[in-house]
């Protein structure tokens, strides 16, 4: 059973740092995809950093360009979401899923999609 459990969320102050993580059973990074997604109370989710095997890329939303960074332990299946320079704006519910095939340099996919429950991000002023 694919399963993934973000953590790392919390409160921040705005310019302050958190590393997001992904522990992911079930499967390997070899076999999906990972991307991170988050959704901001009354908005539509976006793809905030999606890593496609394809090429090896990874997409970052222009957003968080410069600021957040993904990285990944293949030894313990976790990947993590560095995230620097944290804005009030970036206050969300972050998910990260496991993608079968990410299309590169963009964050939309195909195939069946698995999702974890999220961490919540809030960025204090």
């Known amino acids: 059973e694919v399963q993934l459990v973000e953590s790392g969320g919390g409160l921040v102050q705005a310019g302050g740092s958190l590393r997001l993580s992904c522990a992911a059973s079930g499967f390997t990074f070899d076999d999906y995809d990972i991307g991170w997604f988050r959704q901001a109370p009354g908005k539509e989710r976006e793809g905030v950093a999606c890593?496609?095997?394809?090429?090896?890329?990874?997409y970052y939303a222009d957003s968080v360009k410069g600021r957040f960074i993904v990285s990944s332990d293949n030894a313990k299946n976790t990947e993590y979401l560095q995230m620097n320079s944290l804005k009030p704006e970036d206050t969300a519910v972050y998910y990260c899923a496991a993608l079968p095939a990410v299309v590169a340099g963009t964050c939309n996919y195909y195939g069946m999609d698995y999702w974890g429950k999220g961490t919540l991000v809030t960025v204090s002023s």
């Open positions: 890593t496609s095997s394809s090429d090896g890329s990874t």
